[in-house]
């Protein structure tokens, strides 16, 4: 009822701005509109009815186009909102004035700036599932530190994040993505979480293909939020324990070294770095802490330099750098960027920075850095807009 009164009222917009057409073309368009009202309504009563069944990739961009496609008609009602506003008060001084007659019509010219703004976001969201979702791209980021032991000067560190390898509808992507890590030659690769949406076996097709990564002295991981199947209805604990036991595995299979609240350390010409890595962490509500950092942290008092590699950013804020100053980079995903926002020099808007503080790029807090990849994959909507998916390369220079 929601969806057909919300198109009711999109459609004396449509019907404002055709008013002049020929009859022919008129009834074309309206035909096509309410064809896809018809759709839209058919796809979300399928939705609700097969609710817990995983969509197919068709399913997920039909759903994905319909969405966005609703999301533009509320544009439209925002400016049909401020035509009626005007048009009320055209009622109001018509009914007390004996002298002007007003025209109490709609606005044609609001209506077409409605349609017209309302295509903006339409076509950025269409382009985002078309180019946007495998529109690769390497980010360079050097940082100084004054404690960086100088066997590690110009140590090249690479981080990829949030994979989702179980929204993929072909093995090709991640084969192109991981021929440009490969590329960056970097002395470790580090992945931070998200290697799945849900359950371990949307992993096995892209297994040879991430067993590919190469780094000089190795391949480092932590789990996410979604890699533990919290968002799956299981049917015993110990079943969910088996996927959680088998995605872990996995990452062995491939040459990763996952970091279940522990540590190691990297030698280089007689020094060393500690890459400390947590299980996930989240300082917000609904995301549960099983991130232990006191024991990653057991052993590397002594250690000049210490990376982290932990999830959720806000983990950064709820524990790293009120206990554990000492630790010069955290690396984290998990936000995305919400796959959405505006992300330009010297600008980057997200709607997910309205839940996190960190949400993408580099921050610092006294002599700590923490960086935020808005990761590789996606999820849900399967595509990006503004945060394209990211490789980035640290490059370490001491002070």
Do not use: C
Not at 89 to 100: D, E, Q
Not at 141 to 165: C, E, R, W, Y
Not at 303 to 316: A, E, N, R
Not at 347 to 355: A, D, E, L
Request: glycine share 8%.
């Amino acid at each position: 009822m929601i969806l057909f009164l919300l198109d009711l009222y999109v459609f004396q917009a449509v019907l404002t701005v055709t008013r002049n057409l020929a009859p022919l073309a008129q009834k074309s368009i309206y035909f096509l509109y309410w064809t896809i009202f018809a759709i839209t309504a058919g796809t979300f009563a399928l939705a609700s009815a097969t609710r817990g069944t995983p969509p197919s990739s068709f399913s997920t961009y039909l759903a994905s186009t319909l969405f966005i496609i609703f999301a533009s008609k509320l544009v439209v009602v925002l400016f049909l909102f401020v035509d009626d506003v005007v048009r009320l008060g055209k009622v109001a001084l018509n009914s007390t004035s004996a002298v002007a007659e007003f025209d109490p019509s709609r606005n044609k010219f609001l209506n077409q700036m409605g349609l017209m703004v309302a295509a903006v976001p339409f076509t950025a969201f269409i382009y985002g599932m078309v180019k946007g979702a495998y529109d690769y791209r390497v980010k360079r980021v050097t940082l100084h530190f004054p404690n960086l032991p100088k066997a590690f000067d110009g140590f090249k560190m690479l981080q990829i994040s949030d994979l989702h390898t179980g929204s993929f509808t072909s093995t090709e992507p991640l084969k192109q993505a991981v021929e440009m890590i490969n590329k960056q030659e970097a002395d470790l690769v580090f992945f931070t979480g998200d290697l799945v949406n849900n359950v371990a076996t949307e992993l096995t097709d892209h297994m040879d293909t991430l067993k590919e990564i190469r780094a000089k002295q190795g391949v480092f991981s932590v789990l996410g939020n979604h890699d533990y199947g919290d968002y799956v209805n299981w049917g015993s604990r110990e079943e969910k324990h088996r996927n959680l036991q088998t995605l872990i595995d996995s990452h062995g299979r491939m040459g990763w070294q996952i970091l279940l609240n522990e540590h190691r350390k990297i030698e280089k010409d007689g020094e060393h770095i500690a890459v400390l890595g947590v299980e996930n962490w989240g300082n917000r509500r609904g995301f549960p802490k099983y991130g232990k950092l006191h024991q990653a942290y057991s052993g590397t008092e002594n250690s000049p330099f210490k990376v982290l590699l932990s999830h959720d950013p806000s983990h950064w804020d709820g524990e790293i750098n009120q206990h554990y100053k000492d630790v010069d980079l955290t690396l984290s995903g998990h936000t995305h960027g919400m796959q959405f926002g505006v992300n330009i020099p010297g600008w980057k808007w997200s709607p997910v920075q309205y839940v996190y503080d960190q949400w993408a790029g580099l921050y610092k807090k006294g002599q700590q850095y923490l960086y935020v990849n808005t990761g590789l994959g996606f999820l849900g909507y399967p595509g990006r807009v503004g945060f394209l998916p990211e490789i980035t390369v640290f490059e370490l220079k001491a002070a």
